[in-house]
């Protein structure tokens, strides 16, 4: 990808990429059969507990934001 490109990596950039993952992750989602979408929260819930233990709480931030658009996609 050419320099003219690639967006700024600075807030506003991150959070349109937080909120664009959110949205695949809650379209996903409502492509899966009712039983898989729960699992597909619950092992995000999962990856999020494993990173706060591991001390990674950007990382364990962005899990938990899927996990809410995992969520608000099964309701």
């Known amino acids: ?7 700024p990596l600075n807030a506003d950039s991150l ?5 664009a993952l959110g949205a695949l992750v809650f379209a996903t989602v409502r492509q899966l059969p009712a039983d898989r979408q729960e699992a597909f929260a619950i092992d995000l819930a999962r990856l999020a507990r494993n990173e706060e233990r591991q001390g ?3 990382t364990e931030t962005l899990l938990l934001d899927m996990h ?5 996609a099964t309701n």
Request: charged share 15%; glycine share 0%.
């Open 1 to 7: 990808m050419s320099e003219q490109n690639s967006i």
């Open 15 to 19: 959070n349109a990429i937080v909120n």
């Open 56 to 58: 990674n709480l950007m």
């Open 68 to 72: 809410r658009a995992a969520r608000a």
